[in-house]
């Protein structure tokens, strides 16, 4: 039995960087993880591998349908797909590697197996029961699925199964228009699937700014999505060699049905919480099934915390990682701060879609009167260059104050450049603000600087 400041339950982004600030701030820290790797869900079958698929097949469409207008002729690449899935676990290899280094210079324990709390206070693995001060639950999140639809991670697949499929298949049906339909929808339209999504919305990325999404939806269509919106699926059933999904649309009570090889289950994820006995250890759930936590993290059981996604708010791997720094700090008897107002989502298709803040929409229901400044990258010289021209940066200020209240953006690095409007949001900053600073020309940045320009006397190239 070894005993310890802290036992942290899961080494996903919020476990692992809570672990090595909690060994920064001179506690003694352990890991419990269960899986080969280190890394949580996001870099063993989550994020990292679909960036790296998502990469590679960007490269192909590039190929395919921008190099000969630029003068560079030839043959396309074709897909060698198993190099394609040697890549990206090369990829996750490099970071799941890296981490265990990390967790070595910090001198943190990785205690290999999968947790149990059988009373405060203590946490066993294996045959082994260890002694924590404190334990951190960071065990992250699961597909979940719909009644009638069960995943075999064969034909009726999650995520997971999608980044490990035999062949590229030629028909797809994604069920759910959600950020892992989306991403893994693209990757195989990309190679050349036919890609068909059902969506029980009325819009694509539920709780997105109205305008991003119908943009979004028209882009993907252009790229050879397909939709079907509005309609509930009832069933997925694998068959010989195919699978059948069945669904019902909000404006007729006939059931249609598709066929596919492959269907991907993209509709939602729940904590994963399994094994861990929080029920014989009484913890307060949510009524959503996640572990109530209060504003420091802390469950009613003392001296057992939870950060992630086994909590409430977004199932982002950097809200995970943001709370997992901020326990560590409570922990160590300082303070933790997550600022929940400011956690950009991002879609990694292309062009990238990223959000901070509150929406138009949003605001309007809460009584705002705001001021849109908007600015589309046909505009912008550079995104022109790489054949990125669609899209927009969109700012919502406080018509009042000029404060930046929620930003958009559809383009190239959306991802990247949505911080420039995260740290503004953070200072307090106006839209004026960013219009004053310089931006270097010619920078996909630009786009944002005259958003902001247009929530005051107007944009310059528009
Ligand atoms: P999601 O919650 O983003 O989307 C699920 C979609 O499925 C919704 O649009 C919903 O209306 C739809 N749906 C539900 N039941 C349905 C039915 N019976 N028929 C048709 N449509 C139905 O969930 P998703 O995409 O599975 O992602 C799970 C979590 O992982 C999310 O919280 C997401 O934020 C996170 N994630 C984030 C990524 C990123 O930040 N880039 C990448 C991948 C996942």
């Known amino acids: 039995m070894a005993s310890y400041d802290v036992i ?11 672990a090595i600030r909690c060994a920064q701030l001179g506690l003694k820290t352990a890991v419990v993880e269960g899986r080969e790797t280190l890394g949580g869900t996001c870099l063993n079958i989550g994020c990292i591998p679909s960036k790296a698929m998502l990469h590679a097949t960007h490269m192909l469409h590039e190929a395919e349908h921008n ?20 890549y990206k676990d090369d990829v996750v290899g490099q970071n799941t590697g890296g981490i265990e280094f990390l967790f070595k210079k910090n001198k943190i324990d990785w205690l290999k197996g999968w947790a149990t709390i059988p009373e405060a206070g203590k946490v066993k693995v294996g045959d082994e029961v260890h002694e924590a001060k404190n334990i951190v639950i960071a065990s992250g999140s699961e597909p979940a699925s719909i009644p009638g639809v069960e995943i075999d991670e064969k034909t009726i697949v999650s995520s997971t199964g999608a980044l490990e499929l035999g062949k590229v298949p030629k028909k797809l049906v994604v069920i759910g228009a ?17 890609v068909t999504v059902v969506e029980y919305m009325d819009a694509i990325t539920p709780g997105m700014d109205a305008d991003v999404q119908r943009t979004f939806k028209r882009i993907l269509e252009k790229q050879g999505l397909s939709f079907i919106m509005g309609a509930a699926v009832q ?10 999904v069945t669904y019902k649309t909000k404006k007729s009570d006939t ?19 399994e094994g861990l006995g929080l029920d014989k250890l009484g ?54 701060h997550v600022n929940y107002g400011v956690i950009p989502g991002v879609v990694y298709t292309t062009p ?52 930046i209240l929620g930003a958009a953006i559809i383009g190239p690095a959306a991802g990247d450049m949505i911080h420039e409007l995260c740290v503004a949001m953070e200072f307090g900053a106006s839209a004026e603000d960013i219009a004053l600073t310089c931006h270097a020309h010619p920078t996909y940045s630009e786009a944002v600087r005259e958003a902001a320009l247009a929530c005051g006397d107007g944009a310059i190239h528009a």
């Open 352 to 403: 990238e879609v990223a959000t901070v803040g509150k929406t138009e929409a949003q605001l309007k229901e809460e009584g705002v009167k705001t001021k849109v400044g908007k600015f589309m990258f046909m505009g912008n010289a550079r995104a022109k260059a790489v054949h990125q021209g669609e899209g927009f940066v969109k700012i919502i200020t406080d018509a009042a104050t000029d404060r």
């Open 235 to 244: 069933s997925a059933k694998p068959g010989k060699g195919k699978a059948t």
């Open 178 to 194: 959600g950020v892992i339909g989306l991403e893994l929808g693209s990757v195989y339209a990309r190679l050349g699937s036919e």
């Open 283 to 336: 913890v307060e759930m949510t009524k959503r099934g996640q572990i109530a936590t209060d504003e420091h993290w802390a469950t009613n059981v003392k001296g057992l915390y939870a950060i992630g996604d086994v909590i409430e708010g977004p199932m982002l791997a950097h809200k995970a990682e943001d709370e997992g720094m901020a326990v560590a700090e409570v922990l160590a008897g300082k303070h933790g």
């Open 255 to 273: 059931e249609e049905t598709l066929d596919a090889d492959i269907v991907l289950v993209a509709t939602g994820r729940k904590p994963f919480v």
């Open 8 to 18: 942290i339950i899961g080494a996903g982004p919020g476990g692992y960087v809570s």
């Open 67 to 86: 190099f000969a207008s630029m003068g560079l002729k030839g043959k396309s690449p074709s897909v060698d797909w198993k190099q394609m899935l040697a």
